[in-house]
């Protein structure tokens, strides 16, 4: 952070994105300190993206599923504790983050498109997300069939209102509740 005492400039001289005085190296800006050991010199290397400040404290994010793989899926991060961030931040949810059952697909859990709140278990880029929590999981989706916007079913059920296929996914707190009356 700026300000904080990174060295002395004894041991090593001030580099990018410090200053010095009476002998001390400070940051000039927030990011990531490197301390050079070839040359002595400390560096303060800003973060690239304006998400990754509040990924340090970050509980829950929301994020769209941008790809997926057998064992992985691709999230895009656009959320941090229901703060929308600057630009993206990349994601990836390991299916043993997600996966209850083992040998069961991991489209049973998330499909390509769905929004997700999940947790990160790390602070870095790419963050790694788990859903194994109550209230994680899919909060948005849309019917892979036609379309349509899915309807909550039931505990791990989501249903298309127009052409009723019915999807299984890990819901967490989810958007959009079934009509009442309707549905099945
Ligand atoms: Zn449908």
Redesign the pocket.
């Given at each position: 952070m700026p300000g904080e005492e990174l060295a002395v400039e004894e041991e090593f001289s001030p580099g990018d994105g410090t200053f010095c005085s009476n002998g001390v190296v400070r940051a000039a800006q927030a990011g990531k300190v490197f301390y050079d050991m070839i040359n002595r010199r400390v560096n303060v290397i800003p973060f690239k993206r304006s998400g990754l400040m509040a990924m340090r404290t970050a509980r829950i994010v929301t994020g769209v599923v941008v790809g997926m793989r057998d064992d992985v899926a691709f999230v895009e991060v656009f959320s941090v504790d229901d703060k929308e961030v600057g630009s993206r931040i990349d994601a990836v949810l390991p299916s043993s983050q997600v996966v209850e059952r083992a040998g069961e697909p991991l489209t049973n859990y998330i499909r390509l498109g769905d929004l997700i709140r999940a947790r990160p278990v790390n602070k870095s880029v790419p963050l790694v997300l788990t859903l194994k929590q109550k209230d994680l999981g899919v909060i948005y989706a849309t019917?892979s069939?036609?379309?349509?916007v899915l309807l909550r079913q039931d505990n791990d059920h989501l249903r298309?209102q127009?052409?009723g296929?019915v999807e299984r996914r890990k819901i967490g707190a989810y958007m959009v509740r079934r009509v009442g009356g309707q549905g099945s």
């Open positions: 019917c069939n036609c379309g349509a298309c127009r052409c296929q």
